[in-house]
């Protein structure tokens, strides 16, 4: 996993040094900016959900489907994040519809999840949790009580995130083998 972070270093640090991005950091994101983007994240959030399901059937292994139970969990937590927002924001959830962007990577998601192989499946996942860790401990320094994105940050800054991305990552490794069809799934899910 190490190795395919290193590889997609320019895409996170493009990330990171993206307007929205910095937006969060300051607190100055525009809230109307916000809202969309929660709305997206939800949707992409729910076909997280199926694709870590049809990734624990694909599982021989049952301290594999135990872990992405876990995941599971963690994206719940992540959506019930959101709910709040969408409470206190008025965002309307229940009609999301996704724009091109978030539909090209669930779509690719769910097909690898489909009809790839468990360490593609893995490939395609990991880059999602590491950016977000990695973004949100980058955040973590503009952190206060009274941050309007505080909760983003100490979410994606939180150390139960970090240990559900390192537990995938774990699990990369150790199902993965080095070759083309993982080394573009990730860098294609980055």
Not at 82 to 108: C, K, M, W
Request: hydrophobic share 45%.
């Amino acid at each position: 996993h190490e190795l395919l972070w290193q590889r997609s270093a320019d895409l996170a640090q493009r990330c990171l040094d993206h307007a929205f991005v910095q937006g969060l950091a300051r607190g100055t994101l525009d809230h109307e900016a916000f809202k969309r983007y929660v709305a997206q994240d939800v949707f992409f959030l729910r076909a997280f959900l199926r694709a870590y399901a049809l990734a624990a059937a694909h599982c021989e292994d049952l301290d594999d489907v135990r872990l992405f139970h876990e995941l599971m969990g963690g994206v719940w937590e992540e959506l019930r994040l959101h709910a709040g927002y969408a409470a206190q924001l008025g965002i309307e959830l229940s009609n999301v519809q996704p724009y091109s962007a978030t539909r090209a990577y669930t779509d690719f998601l769910l097909r690898v999840a489909c009809q790839g192989h468990l360490d593609e499946t893995v490939a395609a996942m990991v880059p999602c949790m590491r950016l977000y860790t990695f973004l949100g401990s980058q955040l973590s320094s503009s952190y206060h009580a009274q941050h309007p994105y505080g909760d983003w940050i100490a979410t994606y800054s939180s150390e139960a995130f970090q240990m559900l991305t390192a537990q995938l990552e774990r699990l990369l490794d150790r199902i993965a083998r080095d070759g083309p069809s993982v080394r573009d799934a990730y860098r294609y899910a980055m």
